[in-house]
């Protein structure tokens, strides 16, 4: 059994002082749910206390789930993972390779050596960036007039790829494009799809991209770290339906409803009888699809929206079919070939299969990587693994 008071007094005293204003924590093995707790308001401004099922924007947590999708439809015999994109998407033939900018500070654009791939997409290894951190990028949606690359009309706009497909990786809008792919080849937007392939079969009732209002009484607060540590709360426009849905964010969740899809990856796709994926596809998932190539540092040009990135520094890292994968051991416990990832707004998981520990935490913070919560990130991944054995 868990250790209960010492994770509850690691994660109490994270949020102390309102160095994070509120948090919820939850930690699973191969048997199920065995910590879940909540700490902290929901906003620094407000009294309401953070509760387990308080609602969060999950962000690039989003990134799984399309990966999943595309995973079924890859059993399915609908998509390849190494068919060139543009075949299911039509409007990628016309995308170039920036090379940089003439005299005149215009775009100097080229055809790509190499394919986009569904493989390449989700191991960001394709060429797509995110504004947030690509100079490059930024420069090229400035003097274009290309709405910045989050924005959900990407993938109906003519971004492009900062290297040749295969070349290097770069975090970046690629699974965005992995999302339009399971809308064609599915023939249902990823709203749709999600609920009827994912969240109806696994239980996970409170996750949508929608904004549901019987929400409001529990959406937790997205803050900005100000520059003496404190918390502002930011208000953000009221939420207006997408033009579309982006498989690389978005989706709205709460940790015990992101649990059960962590859980589902934990025991190789099924889930309380519910199967979504094969064994043999999240073992696959699980694995470096990049090769040689390396994971690298992820340099901030938007200090508001991110820190500059590196989690476990130090360490080569590789990535699987949405998945960072740590080489090594972590230093706060998790095993060698674990699989992990984040969103921009400070939520986090790992899946350890190895040891069949998976964990997740989210906070409602910018910039991302803030270190008040991967300092308490750590905190949990240490008493969760003290707690297990």
Do not use: C
């Amino acid at each position: 059994m868990p250790n209960q008071p010492l994770i509850d007094s690691v994660l109490a005293t994270a949020v102390g002082g309102d160095r994070i204003a509120g948090l919820v924590a939850a930690a699973a093995d191969e048997h199920g749910v065995v910590y879940q707790s909540a700490f902290g308001r929901r906003s620094v401004a407000a009294p309401a206390r953070m509760t387990a099922d308080s609602v969060f924007r999950v962000a690039s947590m989003t990134k799984a789930v399309t990966a999943a999708a595309a995973m079924q439809l890859t059993e399915q015999g609908k998509l390849s993972l190494d068919q060139p994109a543009r075949e299911i998407l039509p409007f990628l033939a016309a995308t170039k390779v920036l090379e940089g900018f003439d005299a005149a500070g215009q775009p100097v654009l080229r055809a790509p050596r190499s394919e986009v791939t569904l493989r390449r997409l989700l191991t960001h290894t394709a060429g797509f960036a995110y504004d947030i951190w690509d100079a490059a990028l930024q420069r090229y949606q400035d003097v274009t007039g290309l709405p910045g690359i989050r924005s959900a009309r990407l993938a109906a706009l003519d971004a492009p790829l900062m290297f040749d497909p295969g070349e290097r990786w770069e975090y970046g809008a690629n699974i965005d494009i992995a999302g339009r792919m399971v809308e064609a080849a599915s023939g249902l937007d990823l709203e749709t799809y999600f609920q009827r392939h994912i969240f109806a079969p696994l239980g996970m009732v409170d996750s949508s991209f929608i904004l549901r209002p019987e929400w409001a009484s529990r959406l937790a607060t997205v803050h900005a770290r100000q520059a003496d540590g404190s918390l502002e709360p930011i208000a953000l426009p009221p939420w207006q339906a997408p033009e579309f849905y982006t498989g690389g964010g978005g989706l709205f969740s709460t940790a015990p409803d992101y649990m059960r899809f962590l859980r589902t990856l934990l025991n190789g796709g099924e889930l309380e009888g519910a199967r979504i994926l094969r064994p043999e596809t999240v073992a696959l998932m699980g694995q470096n699809h990049m090769g040689a190539l390396d994971v690298q540092p992820m340099v901030s040009v938007m200090p508001r929206l991110s820190q500059d990135v590196e989690l476990f520094p130090g360490m080569a890292k590789k990535w699987g079919l949405s998945f960072l994968i740590n080489t090594a051991p972590g230093p706060a416990g998790r095993s060698a070939g674990s699989l992990a990832w984040a969103g921009l707004n400070n939520t986090y998981y790992w899946v350890d299969p190895v040891r069949k520990v998976a964990g997740v935490l989210m906070t409602q913070v910018l910039p991302f990587a803030d270190a008040a919560v991967l300092a308490a990130l750590d905190g949990f991944e240490a008493a969760v693994y003290a707690s297990v054995g």
